[in-house]
């Protein structure tokens, strides 16, 4: 399974925007890339996922980059709610395994 | 819209009991998942399924055992619990299939299991 790398932390301040990085420089052209996020003592929830273009929905965008090598996440006004860990994960589904595998994501503390 | 249930939310196990951690889904998702979280970590895949009648080992396999009882039920059991597998627990499904491949998960609420 190709790796990802994410910064243990970000902080941001309330309202403004936010982007969070991870760095897949060993993705496959199969490899779709997924965000999700944990908030305390809660089980990790999806935020959104793309394969090769951008993608926006109702909580947040992701920008890819054009060799795919690295990708953002981007809150567009950050809230106290936010504060969360940010997975960023690679999942292939060519082999039929449907795997989602965590790294060690981005702590984001949002402060007031 | 129950979505991910699982039972026990808590349990303390004396070291060397078994127990059965218990996973069901209401959305008629294919494939189910069963994670581990220790302090301050990321998750790591413990078992998977695929789909119905399928199951594969995960990240960390050794110490447990699973059964896919149905579409909707997915068990983890630890057959002789040790302190090692103190943990959070969090069962997840997807829908996953041939038409579907790319679909979110979701996850449960999580077990905290504490091992003594």
């Known amino acids: 399974d190709a790796k990802t790398t994410q910064p243990n932390s970000m902080e941001s301040n309330e309202e403004e925007p936010v982007h969070l990085p991870c760095n897949h420089s060993t993705i496959s052209g199969t490899d779709y890339i997924h965000w999700y996020r944990q908030l305390p003592s809660q089980g990790p929830e999806y935020v959104i996922h793309g394969l090769t273009s951008n993608v926006n929905n109702r909580m947040a965008s992701l920008a890819i980059a054009e060799d795919r090598k690295s990708s953002t996440l981007i809150l567009h006004r950050a809230t106290l709610r936010d504060a969360a860990v940010y997975y960023c994960i690679l999942r292939n589904t060519t082999s039929g395994t449907y795997k989602y595998i965590f790294g060690t994501g981005t702590r984001l503390k949002v402060l007031a | 819209n129950a979505g991910v249930t699982q039972t026990p939310k808590f349990q303390v196990l004396k070291t060397g009991q078994s127990m059965t951690l218990q996973c069901a889904q209401d959305?008629?998702?294919?494939?189910m998942y069963w994670y581990r979280q220790d302090p301050g970590m990321g998750l790591r895949l413990i078992y998977y399924?695929?789909?119905?009648?399928?199951?594969d080992k995960g990240e960390v396999p050794n110490g447990y055992n699973v059964s896919r009882l149905n579409k909707r039920e997915f068990s983890l059991r630890l057959e002789s619990a040790a302190p090692s597998q103190t943990s959070v627990y969090f069962c997840?499904?997807?829908?996953?299939?041939?038409?579907?491949?790319?679909?979110?998960?979701?996850f449960g609420q999580g077990t905290r299991l504490t091992v003594v």
């Open positions: 399924s695929a789909s119905e009648g399928t199951t």
């Open positions: 997840a499904s997807s829908l996953s299939s041939r038409g579907y491949r790319n679909t979110e998960a979701f």
């Open positions: 959305m008629n998702h294919n494939s």
